[in-house]
């Protein structure tokens, strides 16, 4: 399994996503230091849960990384996170 999809399903156990896109960034950075070259270590996660209604942004974030613990220790090098609560009208 991908890195990439590895992310997408932690992130739809975790939290129930109503929106979830997990963007491979990796092609951006390559031959940068600290870019392994694997083609998967830099992401972009932009997630819409209802787990996340009332907490601010820091607390968001760090929800979305303790979900995706063992990739930020191993093959994620960057992370770049938007995580909000679904909007009510």
Do not use: C, W, Y
């Not at 090098?77 to 909007?87: F, G, N, T």
């Amino acid at each position: 399994m991908s890195v990439e999809e590895t992310i997408r399903e932690k992130l739809t156990a975790a939290f129930a996503p109503s929106l979830l896109e997990v963007i491979n960034e990796s092609d951006k950075h390559r031959g940068h230091a600290g870019s392994p070259g694997t083609g998967e270590s830099h992401f972009a996660v932009k997630i819409e849960a209802a787990a996340f209604a009332g907490t601010s942004r820091i607390a968001r974030q760090r929800m979305v990384m303790a979900a995706l613990e063992d990739e930020l220790a191993g093959p994620v090098h960057a992370l770049s996170i938007k995580a909000d609560a679904p909007a009510h009208d």
